[in-house]
Nanobody, 126 residues
Framework: QVQLVESGGGLVQPGGSLRLSCAVS????????MGWFRQAPGKEREFVAA????????YYADSVKGRFTGFRDNAKNTVYLQMSSLKPEDTAVYYC???????????????????WGQGTQVTVSS
């Protein structure tokens, strides 16, 4: 059984930073492509970042490019989302997701992921 547990959310002022973590238990973490998604109230879940199995060349939504950085530590079975220059429109529940795959590429669609965390709330407000 694969479990994903997010942490690191909270309340932050506009322009501030947060680092989200997603700890993965279960099978071999290095076999998983990882993704970050978010869902704001009244909106559909949207893609934020995709981190490949190797962690090389992560892929980002245009709305977060240049502000967010996704990376992984395979020794710690953890994927991270470093968020900087946060805006009120970044307020959402953030989810990490995992897909076991032989392919070392990014997955953008949430339908491609097999496992999901419970989500962590990020609120950007003054």
């Amino acid at each position: 059984q694969v479990q994903l547990v997010e942490s690191g959310g909270g309340l932050v002022q506009p322009g501030g930073s947060l680092r989200l973590s997603c700890a993965v238990s279960g099978r071999t973490f290095s076999r998983y492509a990882m993704g970050w998604f978010r869902q704001a109230p009244g909106k559909e879940r949207e893609f934020v970042a995709a981190i490949t199995r190797s962690g090389v060349s992560p892929y980002y939504a245009d709305s977060v490019k240049g502000r967010f950085t996704g990376f992984r530590d395979n020794a710690k079975n953890t994927v991270y989302l470093q968020m900087s220059s946060l805006k009120p429109e970044d307020t959402a529940v953030y989810y990490c997701a995992a897909r076991e795959t032989d392919y070392n590429g990014p997955y953008v669609s949430d339908r491609m992921y097999h496992y999901w965390g419970q989500g962590t709330q990020v609120t950007v407000s003054s």
